[in-house]
């Protein structure tokens, strides 16, 4: 069960380490095309999906969003379990990490945002939607595009309207009024999952 954990959190790890060197969409594309191809024949799922394989990753990175801050309506014991299950991956993962590239549960939220909002980008190329170039470094901490939009009130406010929209029951992790206050690039992220086309629109 250890290794389980320990493997969720270092699945996570890697990609956020990914995401903040990386400066090539194509790259991260092929790569987990390659994966994904590799674990469909060795694991024998031919039926095997692109867009399940992005909504597993998906439900995952919420999953990973509950574990800084579960709101009051979470009462899916399930759900509570999973959430405290990969908590446990993250914590036992932290004594091995150096102190620039620890994960905090909060973190942790963020990066599993920024995942989710990746994982749909691929899955847009996938079906040849995407034909501009994708700016990587948006992904990166101290991007100022995203920074100046987090910082900004006008615009958070905007994005929980628009999130609003999406069905509560698929949004379930985000409690608007927590992450506004201490964690508004989460909510710039997800808003980018839901509707991607307007979050590049915004920062291409």
Avoid at 62 to 87: C, V
Avoid at 156 to 168: A, G, H, P, T, W
Avoid at 178 to 185: A, F, L, Q, Y
């Amino acid at each position: 069960m250890k290794d389980k954990l320990l493997n969720f959190a270092k699945q996570l790890y890697d990609i956020s380490i990914l995401l903040a060197y990386s400066s090539n969409i194509d790259e991260i594309f092929n790569a987990y095309l390659d994966v994904f191809n590799f674990e469909k024949i060795n694991r024998n799922l031919p039926n095997l999906n692109l867009k399940d394989a992005i909504n597993d990753l998906t439900n995952i990175c919420k999953l990973f969003s509950l574990i800084h801050y579960s709101p009051d309506w979470i009462n899916d014991i399930k759900i509570i379990e999973q959430a405290d299950f990969l908590k446990r991956g993250i914590n036992g993962l932290f004594l091995y990490t150096s102190n620039q590239l620890k994960l905090s549960t909060l973190k942790v939220r963020t990066n599993s945002s920024k995942i989710a909002f990746l994982g749909k980008l691929l899955l847009l190329k996938h079906k040849d939607i995407l034909t501009k170039p994708i700016p990587m470094e948006i992904f990166q901490e101290d991007n100022l595009k995203i920074k100046k939009m987090s910082q900004n009130l006008n615009t958070v406010n905007e994005i929980i309207e628009k999130l609003k929209l999406v069905n509560r029951k698929e949004r379930f992790h985000l409690y608007f009024k927590e992450i506004k206050k201490i964690d508004p690039m989460t909510l710039i992220f997800w808003f980018g999952y839901y509707f991607p086309m307007d979050l590049l629109q915004m920062v291409c």
